[in-house]
């Protein structure tokens, strides 16, 4: 599986930005996708997921993000998507997309988001 992350960049506080992360390769229907972001000196923490179990999905955040991050998943695309609102300094980041099936796990590379006044 690949992935491709896209979509950061630098934001005021308060803006919003839309994560992309397009997925190739073979996908099985009972998987999980995540969004995860490693600021400096920290770990990786997940951020998002929505996991497939066939046509149903569930969706699960982070407490940090809750009300202001929604995950998407659009299949005619092969993307998964990140909308992010009211963005905080601390949402400061490299994010990361991430597939795990029964096969094990893999990464894209990251996309720098900044939110600096």
């Known amino acids: 599986v690949q992935l491709q992350a896209s979509g950061g960049g630098l934001v005021q506080p308060g803006g919003s930005l839309r994560l992309s992360c397009a997925y190739s390769?073979?996908?099985?229907?009972?998987?999980?996708m995540s969004w995860y972001r490693q600021a400096p000196e920290n770990q990786r923490e997940l951020v998002a997921e929505?996991?497939?179990?066939?046509?149903?999905?569930?969706?699960n955040y982070a407490d940090s993000v809750k009300g202001r991050f929604t995950a998407s998943r659009e299949n005619a695309k092969s993307t998964i998507y990140m909308q992010m609102n009211n963005l905080k300094p601390e949402d400061t980041a490299v994010y990361y997309c991430?597939?795990?099936?029964?096969?094990?796990?893999?990464w894209g590379q990251g996309t720098q988001v900044t939110v600096s006044s």
């Open positions: 991430h597939y795990r099936d029964y096969r094990g796990n893999f």
């Open positions: 390769g073979s996908i099985v229907s009972f998987n999980t």
């Open positions: 929505i996991v497939n179990f066939g046509p149903t999905r569930q969706f």
